[in-house]
């Protein structure tokens, strides 16, 4: 699987946070709308996205993601929560700020990290 730019991951992870998957299509003003972006830099990165095979859309219709899409949008969006809350809840740093630092963070882990990471906060039974 490509790996994408940390806009493109973002991208993923709204359309899947809007309830795109293969058979549920999300409309690109609502994409914008989520990511606080122009309806045009949508289009641009629907056209990348398209090219790697994670999204589909037919000539000016709406966007519905390719399993590749379904699973790396998935995987973005988990990495997200998972910071957040762990950031949030066990290390004490407010919502707001827990919620930007675990977008930052979630594009940087390596997916072994993450998965170290996690295997180890389950070990501590927060």
């Not at 675990?102 to 594009?107: I, S, T």
Request: with cysteine.
């Amino acid at each position: 699987m490509d790996m994408l730019s940390m806009t493109h991951e973002d991208y993923l992870e709204a359309m899947v946070m809007l309830g795109a998957d293969k058979t549920q299509s999300v409309r690109a003003v609502d994409v914008a709308e989520k990511m606080g972006v122009s309806k045009a830099s949508v289009s641009k990165a629907v056209a990348v996205l398209k090219e790697k095979g994670f999204v589909s859309q037919p000539y000016y219709g709406d966007i519905t993601l390719t399993d590749d899409g379904v699973a790396y949008g998935n995987k973005v969006l988990d990495r997200h929560q998972a910071l957040t809350l762990f950031l949030h809840k066990a290390v004490g740093i407010d919502l707001k700020t827990a919620e930007e630092e675990a977008c930052k963070m979630e594009h940087a882990i390596s997916d072994d990290s993450f998965e170290k990471w996690v295997a180890f906060i389950r070990s501590l039974n927060l």
